[in-house]
């Protein structure tokens, strides 16, 4: 491994912080329900922005951190675990054939989060993100006769299904990668709790003021509103 953990989580710190220089509260409608990513997470927990920060400002820390784990994980499968190595790129390569895929290549503040907004009751969408990116590609159609030729090539046979005695070697190795995983996220967490008073100065400086602003803009709004006598 080129670089350390701890160097790579300070680099995607180090990015984060001046993403949130740019940050800007949302006007749009918020989300309809709590993010797998964020709530509940030891990584927002040990950065210190479990509360009272919003969801966007955690959400692009956590997912920082994700690709730290998961280029680590990556590494370690890559170089001890041959068979689940195998596999992930045969899951690559189906993936790769999908016609449309909307959430491949967003920058790590959008990652993780729903492809399309909740539609209102009224108002429902034609189509949605998510439902093109479920289409599978067209199967090709079979050439005629008269096209055919001796070089042309043929669709891949299927593979044949793993033996028991594989099926048990490629779990031995999926437990040995959740348990490298855990040990990353271990180092991650111990890291981002070093981090913490930067991330925290940070978000005192760049969003807080928005938010009170925000609550603030809101107040003067509700003033407007008559009152029961």
Same mark, same amino acid.
């Not at 992930?88 to 993780?112: H, V």
């Not at 996220?185 to 807080?208: K, N, S, T």
């Given at each position: 491994?080129?670089?350390?953990?701890?160097?790579? @989580?300070?680099?995607?710190?180090?990015?984060?912080?001046?993403?949130?220089?740019?940050?800007?509260?949302?006007?749009?409608?918020?989300?309809?329900?709590?993010?797998?990513?964020?709530?509940?997470?030891?990584?927002?927990?040990?950065?210190?922005?479990?509360?009272? &920060?919003?969801?966007? &400002?955690?959400?692009?820390?956590?997912?920082?951190?994700?690709?730290?784990?998961?280029?680590? &994980?990556?590494?370690?499968?890559?170089?001890?675990?041959?068979?689940?190595?195998?596999? $992930?790129? $045969?899951?690559?390569?189906?993936?790769?054939?999908?016609?449309?895929?909307?959430?491949?290549?967003?920058?790590?503040?959008?990652?993780?989060?729903?492809?399309?907004?909740?539609?209102?009751?009224?108002?429902?969408? $034609?189509?949605?993100?998510?439902?093109?990116?479920?289409?599978?590609?067209?199967?090709?159609?079979?050439?005629?006769?008269?096209? &055919?030729?001796?070089?042309?090539?043929?669709?891949?046979?299927?593979?044949?299904?793993?033996?028991?005695?594989? =099926?048990?070697?490629? =779990?031995?190795?999926?437990?040995?990668?959740?348990?490298?995983?855990?040990?990353?996220?271990?180092?991650?967490?111990?890291?981002?709790?070093?981090?913490?008073?930067?991330?925290?100065?940070?978000?005192?400086?760049? @969003?807080?003021?928005?938010?009170?602003?925000?609550?603030?803009?809101?107040?003067?709004?509700?003033?407007?509103?008559?009152?029961?006598?």
């Amino acid at each position: 491994m080129d670089r350390s953990i701890e160097s790579r @989580v300070n680099h995607e710190v180090e990015t984060w912080l001046r993403w949130i220089t740019r940050w800007r509260p949302a006007t749009h409608r918020g989300r309809a329900r709590l993010c797998r990513q964020c709530f509940g997470s030891p990584i927002v927990a040990s950065a210190g922005i479990a509360v009272d &920060v919003p969801h966007v &400002v955690q959400h692009a820390l956590s997912m920082r951190m994700k690709i730290v784990i998961d280029a680590s &994980v990556d590494e370690y499968t890559e170089l001890n675990l041959p068979m689940l190595a195998h596999e $992930l790129n $045969l899951s690559e390569r189906r993936e790769s054939a999908q016609a449309y895929r909307p959430a491949e290549g967003l920058d790590p503040e959008f990652r993780g989060l729903d492809l399309d907004p909740q539609p209102a009751a009224d108002a429902p969408y $034609l189509f949605t993100f998510s439902e093109l990116a479920d289409q599978q590609p067209p199967e090709p159609q079979p050439a005629s006769t008269q096209s &055919v030729t001796p070089h042309a090539s043929k669709p891949a046979d299927p593979l044949p299904p793993l033996t028991a005695e594989e =099926k048990a070697a490629l =779990k031995g190795e999926m437990q040995l990668a959740d348990e490298f995983a855990t040990q990353v996220g271990l180092r991650v967490c111990a890291q981002l709790a070093h981090e913490r008073p930067r991330l925290l100065a940070a978000i005192a400086q760049y @969003v807080e003021p928005q938010v009170q602003a925000l609550l603030a803009d809101l107040e003067s709004t509700l003033d407007f509103w008559p009152r029961n006598p």
